[in-house]
């Protein structure tokens, strides 16, 4: 499976731990494609349908649904949890989410 940055990836996340997102659930590829390309984990941020609107979350349409990105569950996994490729951002919600990465954890 070629795996690309900002790709929307369907990932099976259980089992977890407390507060952490589960069940099977779309996300979106974060980690560069040099890292996707030669290491056997990925780094992901999930995505819901459920949530308000924190500084932390980016606003995204995919499926026909309204959802977000939730940058501050953002998590490495090994890449046997992906199921299959769902699709890829458009370049208004990259930007953002490189906006939201950028203020969280680097500024």
């Given amino acids: 499976m070629d795996l690309k940055q ?3 990836v369907l990932v099976n996340l259980d089992p977890t731990i407390g507060s952490e997102i589960r069940k099977m659930r779309p996300c979106v590829i ?3 494609d040099e890292m996707n ?3 056997r984990t990925i780094i992901i941020a999930p995505m819901t ?3 308000r ?3 932390t979350r980016v606003k995204v349409r995919h499926d026909k649904k309204d959802g977000w990105i939730v940058i501050d569950q953002v998590r490495t996994i090994d890449k ?3 199921i299959k490729i769902l699709g890829k ?3 208004n919600e990259i930007k953002k989410v ?3 990465i950028k203020e969280t954890f680097v500024d």
Avoid: A, F, G
Wanted: charged share 25%.
């Fill in 53 to 55: 609107n924190y500084p």
């Fill in 37 to 39: 390309k030669y290491l």
């Fill in 98 to 100: 490189k906006d939201i």
């Fill in 49 to 51: 349908t459920v949530s």
């Fill in 30 to 32: 974060i980690s560069p």
């Fill in 89 to 91: 951002l458009k370049n």
């Fill in 80 to 82: 046997r949890r992906i």
């Fill in 6 to 8: 900002y790709q929307i």
